[in-house]
């Protein structure tokens, strides 16, 4: 069972994002960290791997700057390998691009399973991993809370708006997963420092051959969006329910 | 100068079509002469209500054997785009829609605008205002390329407004095969039942979040609904941890509110939670943590423990009925 897991490398969700005035473009400098939502995928990769007897968890990612430091959380956490995408020109780039990259770097070895999360916290397009399963031709799955593999093949439990769908597909297939598929593990000290002398292979977009990648968006302008001002705040002594009560009245809902 | 043509992708609900449906379709309606709405697993009647927002036809799919519906339409989108050359596409923020648009992007090389609040036209072109950041900052945007472009649109950005057209007339399709793609099936369907007032319409909506600490503590924030006529939410910390299903979300991957009053409870404020209620009339929050970020948003915020505030508004609500 060889599972090929999607993860991004994003700014620290504690300092407010901020986008380039010129260019438009994510600003991206500072420290990367592990995307929390991939922590999942990877997590899953790794129990479904352990449960076939055998395999590897080789990690995708791309970044316009050679950053690793997230990639090797995702290693401590135990994952094998990592292909890491890097070059320049993919600053800026919008979801069809970054899942073209994707879908090539994957595509450079055998894969049973592709694992990606729903969407980043950062950029939440929500678009990728489906359309790195049509550019692969392979069936996608999306909002799993719970995945098995028996037989060779995959069986999702997928969230709706109701409830939930049993759904099935033959491998290979990918399939994204919610943050409720499984609890994530801490790298152990041992997989920190084993994580050092992992495979992590940087490859620019020359060596993935997709042929020239362009942006077909183009951002006009930013600005602020209205703020809503923050109200009145008051540290509860015991009796702050009565100001619940009478905020409720003011607007006549009781 | 207006569009000629745009498809809306509209999804069904247990009354017909979904309220964000019909919100598309109004929208549609006000940058093009021709809206034509894309279905499945509704029935010819559905052609009234859609003409009355503005649709002349709707397409509905027939025959999916499980196969998952975005993968469906997009499939069927694909097969007539060329012929019937639509100048845009719009797909409500929803699993379906993201993974119809997702699709018909990859497969025909077409590039999807998400997170989509407003939309306008100028010159001719269609300009996107797109949140980003849990909607701290409105970023507008337009495609450079030619061909359809994907917009993929959060729910309550446009006000649905039947204008009284004549119904849509229905064209029934039949899938087909659809390759790999159509290898992921549905073999069962699962309901969980929620009672009360629907999430994204409830004019009050009290959700909780890690901060009520265990699952029993969600009994306070389902009577606390309960005597304000309103529903109860939750944010997905809970939704994950299964305290409650995943109907009761409320935020980015959730529903999308905004109900007269939001009652936030034990709810720190991620902004995947944020962009999913910030647009309520009046918000209260009540979190331990003073430094939670749902305060900076809060029309109302109490710094104290739910577990000690709760019950005491409970009371105080009932004692006056």
């Known amino acids: 069972m060889n599972i090929a897991v999607c993860v991004k490398q994003i700014p620290d969700q504690s300092v407010p994002g901020k986008l380039d005035p010129g260019t438009h473009n994510l600003v991206r400098d500072g420290k990367l960290i592990l995307d929390d939502s991939d922590s999942y995928g990877v997590e899953m990769a790794l129990q479904l791997v352990d449960r076939a007897g055998g395999g590897e968890v080789t990690l995708i990612s791309m970044a316009p700057n050679g950053e690793v430091s997230g990639i090797r959380t995702a290693l401590a956490m135990g994952a094998d390998r990592a292909v890491l995408v890097s070059d320049p020109s993919l600053a800026g780039s919008d979801a069809l691009t970054t899942a073209k990259v994707l879908a090539a770097a994957i595509r450079r070895n055998p894969f049973d399973l592709v694992m990606a999360a729903t969407e980043s916290t950062d950029g939440y ?21 719970k995945v098995e593999i028996e037989n060779g093949i995959l069986k999702v439990q997928r969230q709706t708006e109701s409830g939930y769908d049993e759904v099935e597909c033959p491998l290979p297939a990918l399939v994204s997963v919610t943050a409720g598929v499984v609890e994530p593990r801490y790298p152990s000290f041992k997989g920190i420092m084993a994580a050092k002398s992992k495979p992590v292979d940087v490859l620019d977009v020359a060596a993935l051959g997709t042929g020239p990648l362009t942006t077909s968006q183009e951002i006009v302008s930013v600005r602020a969006a209205e703020e809503r001002a923050s109200g009145t705040v008051v540290v509860d002594e015991g009796d702050a329910f009565q100001q619940v009560v009478e905020f409720l009245e003011a607007i006549k809902v009781i | 100068m207006s569009l000629s043509k745009i498809w809306v992708f509209v999804e069904p609900s247990e009354s017909g079509v979904s309220t964000t449906s019909l919100e598309l379709i109004t929208a549609a309606s006000g940058f093009a002469s021709t809206v034509e709405a894309f279905s499945y697993g509704v029935g010819s009647e559905v052609g009234q209500i859609l003409g009355e927002h503005g649709a002349s036809k709707v397409v509905v799919a027939n025959g999916l054997n499980g196969v998952l519906a975005g993968t469906a339409i997009a499939s069927i989108m694909a097969k007539r785009i060329s012929a019937e050359a639509p100048d845009a596409i719009f797909f409500g923020s929803t699993a379906e829609g993201r993974d119809a648009a997702a699709r018909l992007s990859a497969k025909l090389d077409l590039p999807v605008l998400t997170n989509v609040v407003n939309l306008s036209l100028e010159g001719g072109v269609l300009l996107s205002e797109n949140a980003v950041f849990g909607g701290s900052e409105v970023v507008s945007a337009r495609f450079k390329s030619s061909g359809p472009g994907l917009y993929v649109i959060r729910a309550k950005s446009f006000a649905p407004e039947a204008r009284g057209g004549s119904a849509a007339s229905v064209e029934e399709v039949a899938v087909g095969d659809i390759g790999s793609a159509g290898k992921a099936k549905i073999v069962q369907s699962h309901v969980e039942a929620r009672s009360g007032p629907k999430l994204d319409e409830a004019p009050v ?117």
């Not at chain 2, 009761?248 to 709810?267: E, L, S």
């Not at chain 2, 991620?270 to 948003?297: C, E, L, R, S, Y």
């Open chain 2, 205 to 321: 909506v009290v959700s909780g979040g890690r901060g009520l600490g265990q699952q029993d503590s969600y009994q306070m924030i389902e009577e606390l609904a309960r005597l304000l006529n309103g529903a109860p939410g939750a944010s997905r910390a809970i939704v994950d941890a299964g305290w409650v299903p995943y109907a009761y979300q409320v935020g980015q991957t959730g529903k999308t509110v905004k109900p007269t009053v939001y009652i936030a409870c034990g709810i720190s404020g991620a902004t995947q939670h944020m962009v999913g209620m910030k647009g309520a009339k009046n918000i209260i929050a009540i979190n331990k943590d003073a430094d939670a970020p749902i305060f900076t948003i809060a029309d109302l915020g109490i710094v104290g423990d739910v577990h000690k505030v709760l019950p005491k508004l409970i009371e105080a609500i009932k004692s006056r009925s």
């Open chain 1, 125 to 145: 397009t929500g678009t990728v991993p489906v359309q790195v399963a049509e550019l692969l031709d392979i069936p996608s799955v999306t909002f799993a809370k």
